[in-house]
């Protein structure tokens, strides 16, 4: 199938954004295996095999439109230095990955691409109410509970 070259540029830019994060979620979980912090290793290995899944999705459709994936170019990754800096980048990288998400799902509509605006509003879905959402009650939990009684809890 011959596909729309904007949407098909767009996936690629949607791309890029995906593996920086399946990056980032990588390194992170590493650290917290290094540090003892299973629990988040755990949570975060499971984002990076998110991750992984949906830049599949996405290597998927720019195959079938006619595309080829462009898998040289990856948006930066934020490494924290500790575990609120980095439960922070992974959260304002779900941020951008949404909002890029929406711009698409718009883009999309405008030209007609039903399938892959569905495809997309699946990833925002897991976006906003899996990745964003856990990792905002994580940042919540060390306010209310503080630092040290959250890390503790995650051994």
């Not at 290995?45 to 999705?57: G, Q, R, S, T």
């Not at 039903?114 to 959402?133: C, G, I, N, V």
Request: with cysteine.
């Amino acid at each position: 199938m011959h596909g729309n070259p904007k949407v098909i540029d767009a996936l690629n830019k949607l791309l890029a954004g995906e593996l920086a994060a399946m990056d980032q979620y990588f390194i992170h979980a590493e650290m917290y295996a290094d540090w003892g912090l299973n629990k988040l290793h755990e949570r975060i290995a499971h984002e990076f095999d998110d991750e992984k899944a949906h830049a599949k999705l996405m290597i998927e459709r720019i195959l079938f439109l006619g595309g080829t994936p462009d898998m040289t170019q990856r948006d930066p990754i934020h490494v924290g230095k500790d575990v609120p800096d980095m439960l922070q980048n992974d959260l304002n990288t779900e941020y951008q990955v949404a909002h890029n998400l929406k711009q698409v799902i718009a883009l999309c509509e405008q030209e007609q691409d039903y399938q892959t605006r569905a495809m997309l509003r699946q990833q925002l879905e897991d976006t906003e109410e899996d990745h964003a959402y856990w990792l905002e009650k994580q940042l919540g939990l060390i306010n209310r509970v503080g630092l040290q009684n959250y890390l503790q809890s995650q051994m």
